[in-house]
């Protein structure tokens, strides 16, 4: 199963409060610490452990290089990207599980329909007079 992306994370967010996400941080910088500042926090993790994925990514790449030869200097460097790539990884699908299992716990609330006017509440019917209980003549 494919992990969900900062981008994919970005729209959920976006469409659970209905605003673009650069409009919603600016919004909860003005709000006390609420759900919104906590994704917008997972989200910004999950952006920089995908930022770290590529680069380390690609500076592996380079390190491999079919040109280039691989000595004992550049095995330590191997051995760290790997691990960094690793450690990012780890963070970003820390961070795309949490932002997922928090957005699909949350639902957004439906504009309430106008209700249809109240009927006016009966009118109570007029009591019976009283009936005597003494015996007529």
Sequence with gaps: MPHPTSTEIARQIEDLYGAP????????QD???GML????????????AERSIDFHRDHLAR?????RQIGRHEVSHLLDGSRRIAEAVA??????????AVLQSLA?????????????PPVPALP??????????
Excluded: N, W, Y
């Design 37 to 48: 500042s906590a994704l917008l926090g997972m989200h910004d993790g999950l952006v920089l």
């Design 108 to 120: 957004r609330v439906p504009t309430p329909a106008p209700s249809p006017p109240t009927p006016s």
């Design 91 to 100: 963070v970003r699908d820390t961070q795309a599980k949490s932002a997922l």
């Design 31 to 33: 709000q006390p610490p």
């Design 63 to 67: 390190l491999i290089h079919p040109e």
């Design 128 to 137: 019976l007079p009283a009936q005597s209980t003494a015996h007529s003549r």
């Design 21 to 28: 996400l650069a409009d919603l941080e600016v919004h909860a």
